[in-house]
């Protein structure tokens, strides 16, 4: 039997521990919005401040006709398929 490739294994562990920011009270770190980001910091700086808001497709890990629970399963999992596919695609190039 072939030996997994350490990467593999890595990703496998990060698909399996996405749960756990289930149990996280408040936003992700880096996910806060500008007037959470003055609260933390006292203010907010001018990139920020100026910054083109864009609408993620998986907006707050929220998918239409599914509950919060499944789109933050399947936000992770979908995180987890394109870190994959892009190192097969790089693994291939190089």
Do not use: K
């Not at 936003?27 to 907010?44: K, M, N, R, T």
């Not at 599914?66 to 979908?78: D, I, K, N, Q």
């Amino acid at each position: 039997m072939r030996r997994p490739h350490p990467l593999h294994l890595l990703l496998g562990a990060a698909l399996c521990l996405t749960p756990v920011g289930l149990l996280a009270g408040g936003a992700a770190w880096g996910e806060w919005e500008p007037e959470q980001f003055q609260w933390l910091v006292g203010f907010i700086p001018v990139g920020i401040r100026n910054a083109v808001h864009l609408s993620a497709p998986l907006a707050d890990y929220q998918l239409p006709g599914v509950g919060p629970v499944v789109g933050y399963l399947l936000s992770g999992a979908a995180g987890v398929a394109l870190l994959f596919a892009a190192m097969v695609l790089l693994r291939r190039r190089g």
